[in-house]
């Protein structure tokens, strides 16, 4: 193998060395008998020569284009076998020059053909003593090595690439089959709904129609016995009498023909259809593909959540939030309440009218609402059909949830919290005695009650409350604090450690930070509206969106961050007095209460 400090583009010549001569300089020797040790042989001239004589050689424009082949000490090969390197343009040519110009090795065809007009031209033996002392060889070599290298690396993160287009392919095809099953199960869930619904309505038609046709009924037969009385009394009787039944028939005309009158007006026939929601025949009508493939670097919005992922480890929670409500603007997406059922809150063996001061909706989509004036907590299904009921001691005012199968009520006449099992019945369960009479109640999920109430001297506290009714911390008026008057309704959002408070004393709504623990409560913000007169509800969806009753029959959306979005039910949807909120965590479905009509009204938020 060459030597690394040789030319791989090389032309070898080796000779016989039988004899001494054969490896001096012809024309050295023939002309002054010198002799020099010969480097090159030239074909041309079939003669070897030295050093000097090559120079020269090449020099003389006779001479200057021969072919001029190094000659290696101890060869046997003959000077015929010599040629290494052939010209793959001109087979039986050997490589003798490289032009610079077009980066390109030739014979010395290629150089008086192809290359006639190149000026950089070089002849490879004259380059080549140079070229081995450049050290360019190793330059070559290392860049070589580098160039594979990072081909190598390149050619392993392909190969990752490649397997892992595989796997997100794998895990998009997945979720398209999940989200289009969801959507699947979420339409059959409505049109379940929707079923229903018709169903219930029906049947509340059908009913009415039956009670009309029975009551006419009873009329016909009451007139066909006056009409048969009073034709005996005219036959048999005498003329007092025949007077008494005419009065009698006179009577029941009377009555029975503005019955009549009243019916007639009322007699276009009662149809029962079904509107298709606009939203739902948007989709259909628009939906053209589940989504788009898009194909991309997401380096970006990487680099964007790391850098809000850094901020958000070094600042504390109360921080993070403000934060969060300064830098980003109102957002909440406007929402409609639609329509979707409701009932009457009076059942058999209500002694009064029904005032419902709390309600729930569970995990599975039944309704709980405690009715004040009677006493009573009452279960409806989901879709607002009566259950059972349990009658309390006292009268309840708040209710909450406290577990997969308890809901605690606050029996506010007794400062007691009465906690209720809740199966396929309700049933009552254990009492906690409080000393205080709590309006409103709230439950968090580290276990803590929170109850609202008003204390001597016209001001309010929300207290903390373990399991047994021990009193841990309380929310009052002081400085650093909340100035409460007469809190009512509250409720807490577990996800964001926020609480908020009814404060029906200063209609206003107070959203508190109470993420820090016992003492460390901090205001986040206060809503209020001119066009608020606030009642006991409020209710938290699942995108933190706020909902509050006002008693101008109105209901109000307002963002997490307590800016108003709009008002999302008024009177128009058929809205009286609402009261109480309650928003289900399953199908965001919104429950109203009304305060005067003895019912309940239940909305899809979309």
């Known amino acids: 193998m060459d030597s690394p400090n040789k030319s791989e583009i090389r032309i070898s010549l080796t000779l016989a060395n039988d004899h001494g001569t054969d490896s001096l300089c012809m024309p050295c020797l023939q002309e002054e008998g010198q002799k020099n040790k010969s480097v090159v042989f030239c074909l041309e001239c079939s003669e070897r020569l030295c050093n000097s004589c090559r120079q020269h050689h090449r020099k003389l424009k006779l001479t200057s284009t021969h072919h001029l082949l190094d000659i290696e000490d101890d060869s046997k090969t003959s000077a015929n076998s010599s040629m290494t390197e052939s010209c793959p343009e001109h087979p039986g040519r050997c490589i003798e020059y490289i032009c610079e110009g077009h980066q390109s090795l030739c014979c010395k065809t290629c150089k008086d053909i192809s290359h006639l007009g190149c000026n950089n031209i070089k002849y490879i033996i004259d380059e080549v003593d140079q ?52 959507a699947i199960e979420r339409i059959s869930k409505l049109a379940e709904e929707a079923d229903n619904t018709v169903k219930m309505k029906s049947s509340d038609v059908k009913n009415k129609l039956q009670n009309e046709i029975d009551t006419i009924q009873n009329v016909l037969e009451t007139l066909n016995d006056t009409q048969r009385v009073l034709t005996t009394v005219k036959q048999n009787a005498r003329q007092p009498q025949v007077y008494i039944a005419f009065k009698k028939a006179e009577h029941q005309l009377d009555k029975y023909t503005l019955y009549a009158d009243e019916i007639e007006s009322n007699m276009k026939e009662t149809n029962v259809h079904f509107k298709f929601d606009k939203t739902f025949i948007l989709i259909k009508e628009n939906l053209h593909s589940v989504g788009d493939v898009q194909v991309g670097k997401n380096e970006r919005s990487e680099k964007k959540l790391q850098r809000q992922s850094s901020v958000l480890l070094r600042v504390d929670s109360n921080q993070r939030y403000q934060k969060r409500l300064s830098s980003t603007p109102s957002i909440s997406k406007r929402k409609k309440a639609i329509p979707v059922g409701g009932h009457s809150v009076r059942i058999p063996g209500d002694k009064t009218t029904c005032h419902v001061t709390g309600c729930e909706i569970l995990e599975d989509g039944r309704i709980l609402l405690a009715d004040y004036h009677n006493k009573s907590i009452k279960l409806f299904n989901k879709n607002c059909s009566y259950i059972s009921h349990i009658v309390l001691t006292s009268r309840p005012n708040d209710i909450v949830v406290t ?34 009479p709590y309006h409103g109640l709230a439950y968090c999920s580290e276990g803590k009650l929170y109850g609202s109430t008003s204390v001597k001297g016209g001001t309010g506290e ?4 373990d399991i047994t009714g021990k009193i841990l911390d309380s929310i009052k008026h002081v400085t650093e604090q909340v100035n409460l008057v007469r809190p009512s309704a509250i409720r807490i959002d577990s996800k964001k450690h926020l609480l908020y408070i009814n404060d029906l004393g200063r209609n206003c709504v107070y959203c508190m930070d109470i993420s820090n623990g016992e003492s460390h409560y901090k205001e986040v913000f206060t809503y209020t509206d001119r066009n608020l007169e606030l009642r006991s509800g409020i209710a938290i969806d699942s995108d933190g969106d706020v909902y509050i009753s006002s008693g101008n029959m109105t209901v109000h959306q307002i963002s997490p961050d307590g800016v108003k979005v709009h008002e999302i039910l008024t009177a128009a949807d058929g809205l009286g007095l609402p009261h109480c909120l309650a928003i289900s965590s399953q199908d965001n479905h919104l429950l109203v209460s009304e305060f005067k009509e003895n019912s309940f009204k239940l909305f899809a938020l979309r």
């Not at 392993?156 to 690439?161: E, F, G, L, P, R």
């Not at 929300?462 to 409350?465: K, T």
């Open 131 to 182: 070229f081995a002392e450049s050290g360019e060889m190793g330059k070559v070599e290392k860049s070589l090595k580098g160039l594979q290298t990072k081909l190598t690396a390149q050619f392993q993160t392909k190969k990752i690439h490649s397997a892992n287009i595989s796997d997100q392919v794998s895990e998009t095809l997945n979720k398209i089959k999940t989200e289009t099953t969801n």
């Open 403 to 436: 577990g997969e199968k308890e809901v605690a009520t606050s029996l506010i006449d007794e400062s007691v919290i009465q906690i209720i099992t809740v199966n396929t019945t309700l049933s009552l369960c254990r009492r906690i005695d409080t000393g205080f």
């Open 462 to 465: 929300i207290h903390v409350l």
